[in-house]
C-alpha cells in the first residue's frame, strides 16, 4: 500500500491500563541534567506516514533540555505487518490523552507536548509553535533528579511553589531503548527503514507525589525491560485515571 502524507486515524477502543515492571539495568551512576520539555511521538511501522516523523524526532532528541520519546502501538498490526516495538499499554495511553481532550479516535504519527500540547509528528512548524508555547510557560516546573548509586536508582522530586500548591501528581519510571534501526518487511513501509530513538520500552508507576518533596528507590533488577539501556523519569499529573500535564522529568545515562 503506498505511504500517504497524512496522520493515520484509528477508531478510540477501551483496553485495560497494564503496568509492565522491568529488571536488571546495568548503567554508570550519572545525575540527569535539568528537563524543560518533554516530547512524545506515537507512531507503528505499519503506519506509511510515520517514516516522515521519525527525522523529526531525532532532531529533537538532540536540543539541550528535551527529552524525545517513541512511543510504538500495536493497533495498525492488522495492515500486513506487526510492529516489533509495539507495546499495547503505549496505546492505552495515547488513548487516555485522546479522552481527557474529549477526542473520538486516535491517529499516527501523533506527538504529545508536556502532556498538553498535540500535533501531528512530521508537522514541524506546529511542534515549534508548541515548544515555543511550552518555553513561554516557563518550562516544568517542579525538579525531579535521577541517579543510580550501586544496585539502586534513586529518583528525587522537589516541592511545588508556594504559588502551586494545587500541583499533585504521579511518578513513573520509563525505561527506553536509545537507538534502534528495524527494517520492514511488510505493510505500507515494506522494504523500508524504520530508525527510531529513545523507544519507550514499559511503564512503572513509582508512587504519587502530593506537592512535597519525595524520594523514590527502585533495585536495578527492576529497571530493565527487553532491551532497554536507559530510563526516563516523568512526573504528570492525572485526573480520572487520565494522563495530564507532565510537570517534571529527568533523563537517565547516555539521553
Same mark, same amino acid.
Request: charge should be positive; include cysteine; aromatic fraction near 6%.
Given at each position: 500500500?503506498?505511504?500517504?502524507?497524512?496522520?493515520?486515524?484509528?477508531?478510540?477502543?477501551?483496553?485495560?491500563?497494564?503496568?509492565?515492571?522491568?529488571?536488571?539495568?546495568?548503567?554508570?551512576?550519572?545525575?540527569?541534567?535539568?528537563?524543560?520539555?518533554?516530547?512524545?511521538?506515537?507512531?507503528?511501522?505499519?503506519?506509511?506516514?510515520?517514516?516522515?516523523?521519525?527525522?523529526?524526532?531525532?532532531?529533537?532528541?538532540?536540543?539541550?533540555?528535551?527529552?524525545?520519546?517513541?512511543?510504538?502501538?500495536?493497533?495498525?498490526?492488522?495492515?500486513?505487518?506487526?510492529?516489533?516495538?509495539?507495546?499495547?499499554?503505549?496505546?492505552?495511553?495515547?488513548?487516555?490523552?485522546?479522552?481527557?481532550?474529549?477526542?473520538?479516535?486516535?491517529?499516527?504519527?501523533?506527538?504529545?507536548?508536556?502532556?498538553?500540547?498535540?500535533?501531528?509528528?512530521?508537522?514541524?512548524?506546529?511542534?515549534?509553535?508548541?515548544?515555543?508555547?511550552?518555553?513561554? %510557560?516557563? =518550562?516544568?516546573?517542579?525538579?525531579?533528579?535521577?541517579?543510580?548509586?550501586?544496585?539502586? #536508582? !534513586?529518583? /528525587?522530586? @522537589?516541592? $511545588?511553589?508556594?504559588?502551586?500548591?494545587?500541583?499533585?501528581?504521579?511518578?513513573?519510571?520509563?525505561?527506553?531503548?536509545?537507538?534502534?534501526?528495524?527494517?520492514?518487511?511488510?505493510?505500507?513501509?515494506?522494504?523500508?527503514?524504520?530508525?527510531?530513538?529513545?523507544?519507550?520500552?514499559?511503564?512503572? %508507576?513509582? =508512587?504519587?507525589?502530593?506537592?512535597?518533596?519525595?524520594?523514590?528507590?527502585?533495585?536495578? #533488577? !527492576?529497571? /530493565?525491560? @527487553?532491551? $532497554?539501556?536507559?530510563?526516563?523519569?516523568?512526573?504528570?499529573?492525572?485526573?480520572?485515571?487520565?494522563?495530564?500535564?507532565?510537570?517534571?522529568?529527568?533523563?537517565?545515562?547516555?539521553?
Amino acid at each position: 500500500m503506498t505511504p500517504r502524507p497524512r496522520a493515520r486515524l484509528r477508531d478510540r477502543r477501551t483496553l485495560g491500563a497494564t503496568v509492565l515492571l522491568w529488571s536488571s539495568l546495568a548503567a554508570p551512576s550519572v545525575r540527569a541534567e535539568p528537563v524543560q520539555t518533554v516530547v512524545e511521538l506515537f507512531t507503528s511501522q505499519g503506519c506509511g506516514a510515520c517514516r516522515a516523523a521519525d527525522p523529526v524526532m531525532r532532531d529533537l532528541s538532540r536540543q539541550p533540555g528535551v527529552i524525545a520519546l517513541t512511543l510504538p502501538v500495536t493497533y495498525w498490526d492488522y495492515l500486513g505487518w506487526k510492529d516489533t516495538l509495539g507495546l499495547r499499554p503505549l496505546n492505552e495511553r495515547q488513548r487516555a490523552y485522546a479522552r481527557g481532550r474529549g477526542a473520538r479516535q486516535v491517529f499516527t504519527p501523533q506527538v504529545v507536548v508536556d502532556g498538553t500540547g498535540f500535533a501531528v509528528g512530521s508537522d514541524r512548524a506546529a511542534l515549534e509553535r508548541l515548544l515555543r508555547d511550552a518555553g513561554q %510557560r516557563g =518550562g516544568l516546573p517542579v525538579p525531579v533528579r535521577s541517579e543510580m548509586r550501586g544496585d539502586r #536508582i !534513586q529518583v /528525587e522530586v @522537589g516541592a $511545588a511553589a508556594e504559588a502551586r500548591t494545587d500541583l499533585r501528581g504521579d511518578v513513573w519510571l520509563v525505561p527506553v531503548l536509545r537507538s534502534r534501526a528495524i527494517p520492514i518487511q511488510g505493510g505500507e513501509n515494506g522494504g523500508r527503514i524504520a530508525t527510531y530513538i529513545n523507544v519507550v520500552r514499559g511503564l512503572l %508507576r513509582l =508512587g504519587s507525589w502530593t506537592g512535597q518533596p519525595a524520594r523514590f528507590d527502585v533495585p536495578n #533488577i !527492576q529497571a /530493565e525491560i @527487553g532491551d $532497554a539501556d536507559s530510563w526516563v523519569v516523568l512526573l504528570q499529573a492525572a485526573a480520572d485515571g487520565r494522563p495530564g500535564r507532565i510537570i517534571g522529568a529527568a533523563k537517565g545515562p547516555g539521553l
